[in-house]
């Protein structure tokens, strides 16, 4: 877990009943946000949808990609920036475990913040506390970015960032309530989906960073000491269980059509299995050993052309929590994903 100190919030606003119930505000200050002495050079994309890019080296080098990427942002250049009319919903991690709440994202709200954005980190019940477990959580998180969205004092456009668990609700958030692609109409582009309504209205993209994005996959590496299974409810499975690991949903549907037959993964949970309706910038550190990159790369595999705008980068020799160090190369790149979805940017 990242433990870099941060600043503390300017304000904080409740979006529900109980200590969860809230989320941390910080607005748009003049300075330099840190010393990014490393870079962050972009390699030619090696697969459709995708975007390698190497963290060695020195200055801000970028060998090809998109026109626009590769720009430094004001905390390299010491420059004061101006306050944006952008608004980035942080949704921290922690494997939905009450042990983990929103202060470790305070480096990286505070970095957003000096670099010119308006910013809310939320708060939400996780697995043990009142409300927490599934739907709790993610029910929790779609009403505080639905009040995010619906805050007079927070500028439009939304852009919501999640890491490692906050990844995953935020994809959440951001697909269709319609767990069932077939027979859903609608046209696909850059600006999202139209005709198909999304969990949270008015988000102008999502960047899930290390997102647990798959969680028939996460469960089966057993990822956070089974951590699906704990959000979900289910019992732990035995280390000696055999688990399919060539492919997350392979397997033809038996019994209770809302779960996977041979996980027991709610279908209503898992973004990897529903209709991304809002443009999605995934982040992936390359050496991520808590959540590995395949995980990214499984969910891209699984979007179709019904899905919004999907593309991944990933981030080479960064590790799960170098995406949230604002100290860190990585921190470029998520600040360029989150230009990237502002309309207009």
């Known amino acids: 877990m990242l433990e870099r100190v941060g600043p503390e919030p300017d304000r904080v606003v409740r979006y529900a009943e109980g200590e ?30 995708r975007t390698d890019i190497s963290s060695a ?66 708060e939400y019940p996780r697995v043990g506390m009142p409300g927490g477990g599934w739907p709790g959580t993610g029910d929790a998180v779609a009403d505080a970015l639905t009040a995010i ?11 919501a960032v999640g890491h490692s668990a906050g990844g995953h609700l935020v994809a959440w958030c951001a697909s269709s309530p319609t767990t ?30 290390a997102g647990v994005l798959d969680l028939v996959l996460a469960d089966r590496q057993s990822l956070g000491d ?21 492919g997350a949903h392979g397997h033809e549907s038996k019994g209770d059509p809302a779960a996977d037959p ?19 910038v995934l982040v992936h550190g390359a050496d991520d050993m808590n959540v590995p990159l395949s995980v990214s790369e499984a969910y891209l595999a699984s979007r179709t052309s019904d899905d919004a705008a999907c593309r991944l980068v990933a981030v080479g020799e960064a590790d799960h929590f170098a995406l949230i160090d604002p100290l860190t190369p990585a921190y470029t790149v998520v600040v360029e994903a989150i230009e990237s979805l502002v309309p207009g940017g």
């Open 57 to 122: 080296g020195a200055g801000l080098s970028w060998s090809s990609g998109s026109p626009g990427h590769g720009k430094p942002t004001p905390a390299d250049t010491g420059d004061v920036p101006p306050a944006r009319a952008v608004t980035v919903a942080l949704v921290h991690g922690g494997f939905w475990k009450a042990a983990y709440d929103r202060t470790h994202l305070r480096s990286l709200a505070g970095a957003l913040a000096r670099d010119g954005f308006h910013v809310a980190s939320v």
């Open 20 to 49: 969860t119930g809230i989320y941390e505000v910080w607005e748009p200050r003049a300075g330099s946000a840190h010393d990014l002495s490393s870079s962050a050079g972009r390699a030619a994309a090696d697969s459709p949808g």
């Open 262 to 280: 041979a996980d027991g993964i709610p279908v209503d949970a898992d973004p990897a299995r529903q209709r991304l309706v809002v443009p999605s």
């Open 180 to 209: 069932a692609t077939a027979g859903i109409t609608g046209t696909a582009g850059t600006a999202g989906i139209t005709g198909v309504r999304a969990r949270v209205d008015g988000l102008a993209g999502v960047v899930p960073l």
């Open 149 to 159: 969205v619906a805050d007079p004092s927070l500028p439009s456009p939304v852009v």
């Open 226 to 246: 089974q951590a699906v299974r704990a959000l979900v409810g289910l019992p732990r499975r035995h280390e000696s269980t055999p688990r399919d690991e060539a």
